[in-house]
């Protein structure tokens, strides 16, 4: 078993829904969680981190944690189609770790 | 200013070979990963470095693959042998700071391919 699972997708929506994205993890030392935005041919970028569990909400992207139940997710409010990528889940175990796990990734799909 | 850059962005390379990949982080970032990363998967760690040392290479698949930064700055992936096993996309980024969760910047990666 993956220490990260994420559906791969792919997904496929209209521009203007709401899309959530989630991640399922194993490790309870995880405690900072990220989200990376990948286009095609492109390196990931950071989107949104949090630590530990609660909401962190940045203009129409929100990101939830919920450390008992091992889940994070990701909300995206009025999609774009600018919001066409892959995004990654990843996580750390500590602060001065630096070493990512990242989930598989869902590609993600918003038709005009 | 200039983000991370790596090179070559395309290597192809016969099986039993070795290669040698380059990675150029952001000036004055102090910490520098290598990842690899499948087609359709998530980037897979591999190895860090603060400065010159190697901090965690925990990642690294065998002993046929190693990375030096010896200078601090520009750092070498370096794969022995390559088998087909070896083919994928291989990932740099760099941060600020190794003592803290900065942000990771992620550099255009070298597509490997073994034949």
């Known amino acids: 078993q993956k220490e990260v699972e994420q559906d791969p997708g792919p997904l496929s929506v209209p521009e203007g829904a709401i899309v959530s994205l989630n991640c399922t993890y194993s490790?309870?030392?995880?405690?900072?969680f990220m989200w990376y935005r990948q286009y095609s041919r492109k390196g990931p970028e950071l989107l949104m981190y949090?630590?530990?569990?609660g909401n962190k909400e940045d203009g129409r992207f929100t990101a939830q944690v919920d450390k008992s139940s091992k889940y994070i997710s990701l909300f995206i409010r009025d999609s774009q189609p600018s919001d066409s990528a892959t995004y990654l889940c990843?996580?750390?175990?500590?602060?001065?770790?630096?070493?990512?796990?990242f989930g598989q990734g869902t590609r993600l799909t918003i038709n005009p | 200013g200039a983000g991370v850059s790596q090179s070559p962005r395309y290597k192809v390379t016969k099986r039993g070979q070795d290669v040698a990949l380059r990675c150029d982080p952001i000036?004055?970032?102090?910490?520098l990963y290598w990842y690899r990363q499948a087609l359709g998967q998530g980037p897979e760690f591999l190895t860090y470095?603060?400065?010159?040392?190697?901090?965690?290479k925990s990642g690294l698949p065998n002993d046929r693959f190693s990375a030096e930064r010896p200078e601090g700055s520009i750092s070498t992936l370096t794969i022995q042998r390559t088998e087909q096993r070896d083919s994928a996309m291989y990932r740099c980024?760099?941060?600020?700071?190794?003592?803290?969760?900065?942000?990771?910047?992620f550099g255009p990666g070298t597509r490997l391919t073994v034949t």
């Open positions: 980024a760099s941060s600020v700071s190794g003592f803290s969760l900065d942000e990771q910047y």
């Open positions: 490790n309870s030392a995880f405690q900072y």
């Open positions: 949090t630590y530990s569990s």
């Open positions: 990843a996580m750390s175990a500590s602060q001065g770790a630096q070493k990512l796990v």
């Open positions: 000036s004055g970032h102090v910490s």
């Open positions: 470095f603060n400065y010159e040392a190697q901090q965690d």
